[in-house]
């Protein structure tokens, strides 16, 4: 029984590799490059000071905002799907520098500091993706409209069930606590997220007798505020319910606002895993890499799994955290390992190509001999 490939399906699986890769090189980029963009200063911010930095046009079209916890993923995975369909190697990223624009929103309310501002206008400015899904752009929508506005299409992403999604933030608190400093009373949280205190509605003091549901509450009620304040700003704007992100209408809306009339697929992705006995420096990976399986997706495609996999343990090492003693040891080994055993199992894939009659691809057959050979067709197998 030999399986074949659709060449959308492989075109789609290279444009996932050529994503992925692209963010690692990003992610692993020096960090004076990086450090740059705190040096920019705005060019119409009221004070003088060289223009913003410009190198690279931002790729924003359309920008998705919620409060998390909220089919962000799902939504992203529905979003890829409409650029995949369309061919265009455009990209939709869940929760891009999101952590880092809420870390200089906050910085610059506790400081003054306008060169924060700064910071925040030139992350935008050098966006390189087509779609940004996720939570930490609700504070800053007045900087990307006057940035962005007229190529950006805002969709306004909202859980009807309040309680749910308040409850499902402060469980992903517990389990993750880096991104939720002010939220978490955990020492491992590290990154800010917006308070109350930030807007000038209550003290340090009166926020931190708050529950953390009340707190989750209240980040609730003013991240849907500010979409809804800001929203004219933005030419076109969408607003999708959490519940009806499978609705045929919706789908079709969504691709809409992408400029496309090809439909997505339905995607319920990013579920909680229990991990109250993982250990808390692992929790993040795991949930990433479990949370965020699809599991239909798993069921039709053979490949999927893989690639799901090894685009994880990517992005996790890409992460490593490379200040902790002996970490930069660690992650060599790791790194040797991986590739190690990767080699290993590519014999094995040789031996079954053999014993079927494959041919690797770079020395494959031509187009028209192609055309013969049996292909796989929504996940299922062909056999001559």
């Not at 990086?34 to 060289?50: D, E, Q, V, Y």
């Not at 319920?268 to 420096?281: E, G, S």
Request: contains cysteine; aromatic residues 6%; hydrophobic residues 40%.
């Amino acid at each position: 029984m030999i399986m074949g490939q659709l060449r959308d399906e492989r075109d789609h699986h290279r444009l996932e590799c050529e994503a992925a890769s692209a963010e690692l090189r990003r992610l692993t980029r020096p960090r004076a490059v990086a450090s740059s963009i705190g040096s920019a200063s705005r060019a119409t911010n009221g004070h003088a000071g060289p223009a913003l930095m410009k190198s690279h046009a931002s790729a924003l079209r359309v920008l998705c905002v919620g409060t998390g916890r909220d089919g962000t993923t799902s939504l992203t995975r529905m979003m890829q799907d409409v650029f995949d369909t369309e061919g265009n190697g455009d990209v939709a990223v869940h929760e891009w520098a999101s952590s880092e624009l809420n870390e200089l929103f906050c910085q610059l309310k506790e400081t003054g500091d306008r060169s924060f501002e700064d910071q925040i206008r030139q992350t935008i400015l050098n966006c390189p993706h087509a779609c940004v899904v996720g939570n930490g752009y609700a504070a800053i929508l007045p900087v990307i409209a006057g940035l962005l506005g007229d190529q950006v299409t805002l969709v306004h992403l909202r859980r009807r069930d309040r309680a749910a999604c308040i409850a499902s933030l402060t469980e992903n608190a517990e389990v993750a606590p880096q991104n939720h400093f002010y939220y978490a009373d955990s020492p491992a949280a590290r990154r800010k997220r917006p308070t109350a205190f930030h807007f000038g509605e209550m003290s340090r003091e009166q926020w931190a007798e708050l529950s953390q549901a009340d707190r989750f509450g209240w980040y609730y009620d003013k991240t849907h505020a500010l979409i809804e304040r800001h929203k004219s700003l933005f030419p076109n704007t969408l607003a999708v319910d959490t519940e009806d992100l499978s609705a045929d209408s919706v789908r079709a809306a969504l691709a809409h606002a992408a400029g496309s009339t090809a439909t997505p697929r339905a995607f319920h992705v990013n579920r909680f895993v229990d991990l109250r006995h993982v250990p808390i420096d692992r929790r993040s990976f795991v949930q990433r890499l479990l949370g965020q399986l699809d599991v239909q997706k798993l069921a039709h495609d053979d490949l999927y799994g893989l690639r799901q996999v090894l685009n994880e343990m990517i992005y996790h090492l890409a992460h490593f955290p490379d200040t902790a003693p002996g970490a930069l040891d660690e992650l060599r080994w790791t790194l040797r390992e991986m590739h190690r055993l990767l080699d290993s199992r590519i014999g094995d894939i040789r031996e079954l190509m053999e014993r079927v009659g494959a041919v690797p691809e770079m020395a494959g057959l031509a187009d028209d001999e192609e055309q013969d050979t049996p292909r796989r067709r929504n996940g299922s197998r062909l056999s001559n």
